[in-house]
């Protein structure tokens, strides 16, 4: 069963009399997916009205609609429920169930990996509930918390930013136990400026985990950590990393065709513990060392998950490794990409033996920065070793150029697509990244 199972249940958590009782099924925002005994949230954006079509939501089998628009103020129809927003209404059901919830909240956030992190969590807790996919806006993640099962005793919640405040709003509703930020690079410059505005809006987590509760940060930056422990006294702070300067760390890396093997040492164990991932890429290793550190704080045993993360393939996670075209091998790394995650991706197939090829799409909302970023990882990719660089998307020019040569840039989709028909062979590795707004999974089927 869920938090929200029937309109008993949005009466109770959104404070409000409701005059006809049902059953809740689902939840939709969309009236494509609505179906019998649907609730449907009307929500507005810059280029849709959700209201517009709360007789529609109600005509598929909704039972309940929530609006904000004042021509449904003194509706008469029991169904239609009106409140001033229903954006801070979802902030509002949140609050009240995570009031009631007795068990632990785990609230992930940071320039990358969040996803990846999540899983890895979730997976390793027994009867936990998890963000839905990438929910983790001012919407999406009050949907992931009013589908998760009462039973859980764990919540793993990932929360995004794309500008200030909005890491600040999110987690004051959840009030983790513990706080995790995966990392800080550079994501949503457009709106945070530079790396400074970034550090700042994922460190807003901190003053909203519980007294007594945890953060979970890399070590990488000296600045960074001094930064996050001048802001509480009163949490304790455990830090992960590649070197042995983390609370936590990663010794003994071997990669295999198939995933990585290593080792986790720390001051807080007796032994230091072998994990056999089938995830590969050293950012990989780092969302697992946050998984371990995680069941430390809670004080589950290391056997367990130890057992879950050597037993688990992963499929969930989004870089996905396929055979592809004339038996070459694809890593689809389509959903989104920054400077860091492509950089993290380049340093992935930068471990393969074959010929390796990157197909880059724009990477977006870098603000003032997007040229300079975007040479960088051709400069990075080149550095690498990367025998093939192929762009797509005005930005990538930029790091076409910086790559050098055997960097060739495409100004027509069906001129990649033909590229990577007549040149890619068995003996190639390829992996295709961009962000979100460059749809770059359509290249995957050539």
């Known amino acids: 069963m869920k938090f929200i199972d029937s309109t008993h249940d949005l009466e109770k958590y959104l404070c409000i009399k409701i005059k006809e009782h ?3 099924k689902s939840i939709s925002t969309d009236t494509r997916s609505i179906v019998k005994k649907s609730m449907f949230i009307a929500l507005k954006g810059k280029n849709f009205n959700g209201n517009d079509y709360v007789e529609e939501a109600l005509k598929k089998g909704a039972v309940i609609a929530l609006t904000d628009d004042k021509r449904f103020l003194n509706s008469k129809n029991k169904k239609i429920i009106y409140v001033k927003n229903t954006i801070l209404a979802l902030g509002k059901i949140s609050r009240n169930i995570i009031k009631e919830f007795n068990g632990k909240v785990i609230a992930v956030t940071g320039s990358n990996g969040k996803t990846t992190t999540t899983n890895i969590i979730a997976s390793t807790l027994k009867e936990s509930s998890s963000t839905i996919g990438n929910f983790n806006n001012e919407i999406g993640m009050p949907l992931s918390l009013i589908n998760a099962s009462f039973k859980s005793k764990q919540l793993v ?12 709003y999110l ?3 959840l009030n983790p136990h513990i706080g995790i930020i995966t990392n800080i690079g550079n994501s949503h410059l457009e709106q945070l400026k530079n790396i400074q505005g970034v550090l700042k809006v994922k460190s807003e987590i901190i003053k909203n985990i519980r007294s007594d509760g945890f953060l979970i940060v890399p070590n990488e930056k000296i600045q960074h950590l001094n930064y996050w422990r001048k802001i509480r006294t009163d949490i304790r702070i455990l830090t992960f990393g590649i070197n042995k300067e983390a609370d936590f760390y990663a010794t003994n890396i071997e990669t295999k065709k198939n995933g990585t093997d290593f080792y986790i040492a ?4 007796d032994k230091s513990i072998l994990i056999k991932s089938s995830l590969e890429g050293i950012h990989n290793i780092k969302n697992l060392l ?3 550190i995680t069941n430390f704080c809670l004080q589950n045993k290391l056997d367990d998950f130890i057992e879950s993360i050597n037993s688990n393939d992963f499929e969930a996670i989004r870089q996905i490794k396929l055979k592809w075209h004339k038996g070459s091998t694809l890593i689809d790394d389509t959903y989104n990409a920054n400077p860091d995650s492509t950089k993290e991706s380049i340093d992935l197939l930068s471990n393969y033996k074959k010929q390796t090829t990157l197909v880059l799409g724009d990477m977006l909302e870098l603000g003032k920065y997007k040229n300079k970023l975007h040479r960088e990882v051709g400069e990075y990719a080149n550095a690498k070793g990367i025998d093939f660089l192929l762009g797509y998307g005005d930005l990538t020019k930029h790091t076409i150029s910086s790559f050098g040569n055997n960097g060739f840039h495409f100004e027509n989709e069906d001129d990649l697509k033909n590229y990577l028909k007549e040149n890619i062979t068995s003996k190639d590795v390829i992996l295709i990244k961009g962000s ?5 999974e359509r290249f995957i089927n050539v």
Do not use: T, V
Not at 157 to 168: C, W
Not at 266 to 269: D, T
């Open 436 to 440: 979100r707004g460059m749809r770059m």
């Open 266 to 269: 720390s001051k807080f164990l």
């Open 157 to 168: 919640l990932e929360i995004g930013a794309s500008k200030f405040k909005d890491i600040d």
């Open 171 to 173: 987690s004051k509703i």
């Open 290 to 292: 946050i998984g371990c």
């Open 22 to 24: 049902n059953l809740i």
